[in-house]
């Protein structure tokens, strides 16, 4: 009797299993292709500025002579931090210098062996508060 039971609800499981898996079979609904995520727009740097001197891959004591001190410097891990066998080590942690008014630079370490920093973004923009928005 229990090897019945056993069977009807394998069996019954199986079928519930198949109605769950749909074949690519024709479809009365349409499918919405995805939308891109939004992003704002980056305006590029006026003639002049002292961000036209920073260069993608220069380094962050050099951005840093040219530039000054920043308002504000922002860290944070990057998902490569927790790759166990990530043994090349660079792109562990990004840090971005805030300049109030003007932008960011966004660097990222060039290795886990050195303290060494490279630039990898440069978002000029006018509106930057010098400081990180906090999200309530």
């Keep these: 009797?229990?090897?019945?039971?056993?069977?009807?609800?394998?069996?019954?499981?199986?079928?519930?299993?198949?109605?769950?898996?749909?074949?690519?079979?024709?479809?009365?609904?349409?499918e919405e292709p995805e939308k891109p995520v939004a992003t704002k727009p980056s305006i590029p740097i006026?003639?002049?500025?002292?961000?036209?001197?920073?260069?993608?891959?220069?380094?962050?004591?050099?951005?840093?002579?040219k530039l000054g001190q920043p308002t504000n410097i922002n860290t944070y891990q990057t998902g490569k931090a927790w790759i166990p066998f990530h043994f090349s080590g660079s792109d562990n942690y990004r840090m971005v210098a805030r300049y109030k008014g003007q932008g960011t630079?966004?660097?990222?370490?060039?290795?886990?062996?050195?303290?060494?920093?490279?630039?990898?973004?440069i978002d000029y923009d006018?509106?930057?508060l010098g400081y990180e928005k906090k999200s309530d």
């Excluded at 002292?50 to 004591?61: A, H, N, R, S, T």
């Excluded at 966004?106 to 973004?121: K, L, R, W």
């Design 1 to 30: 009797m229990q090897k019945k039971w056993t069977l009807l609800l394998a069996a019954a499981l199986s079928v519930g299993v198949l109605a769950g898996c749909k074949s690519g079979g024709s479809s009365s609904a349409k």
């Design 46 to 65: 006026p003639a002049g500025h002292p961000f036209e001197k920073v260069k993608i891959g220069m380094d962050k004591d050099e951005v840093f002579t």
């Design 105 to 121: 630079i966004t660097f990222t370490n060039d290795s886990a062996y050195s303290s060494g920093m490279s630039v990898i973004e």
């Design 126 to 128: 006018p509106s930057e």
